[in-house]
């Protein structure tokens, strides 16, 4: 099963970890969780702008460094015994593995399953821009980017279930 990823951080040389979202191949399961110790004052203008400003919408997502950490082994407990995390960058899986101790589950692949083969496909794209089109699913929102990415996925595999390309 693919685990749909995305993370926010500070900037592209400190990469302190933000936030983390995940959601499930099959939607079933999904967690979002922000980091309230990270350094506001290391954050790039990019990250200002676009990504603090959806901090702190949802209380129960607010935790520690060491609170996060903890938080995601117990989410990956509960998922099937092989998943295999998806994402558009492999910042994101390190950022996900360095949260989580430097160790990921033994349930999850090591190997990403890298979405950038599919970005610049047209329905790919076009699946990702409708789900962020609503205005409850904002850009640069680790769970909602996760959920974009799951869209896009599921867009192109349907398309490419059917034989057309």
Request: proline share 4%.
């Amino acid at each position: 099963m693919l685990i749909f990823l995305d993370t926010e951080y500070t900037d592209e040389y400190r990469r302190e970890l933000v936030s983390v979202g995940m959601v499930t191949e099959d939607g079933q399961r999904s967690i979002y969780l922000e980091r309230t110790d990270f350094l506001r004052t290391s954050c790039n203008h990019f990250v200002v702008a676009n990504v603090l400003p959806h901090l702190g919408e949802d209380a129960g997502a607010l935790c520690t460094r060491p609170e996060l950490g903890h938080r995601l082994h117990a989410w990956f407990q509960v998922l099937p015994r092989r998943v295999q995390l998806a994402s558009d960058s492999a910042i994101d899986r390190d950022l996900l593995l360095m949260a989580m101790g430097g160790t990921l589950p033994a349930n999850v692949n090591p190997v990403l399953y890298d979405l950038r083969t599919l970005i610049d496909t047209t329905v790919y794209d076009t699946a990702v821009a409708r789900y962020h089109g609503h205005p409850a699913h904002p850009w640069h929102h680790a769970l909602h980017d996760a959920l974009a990415h799951r869209a896009g996925w599921l867009a192109w595999m349907d398309r490419n279930s059917t034989g057309r390309t």
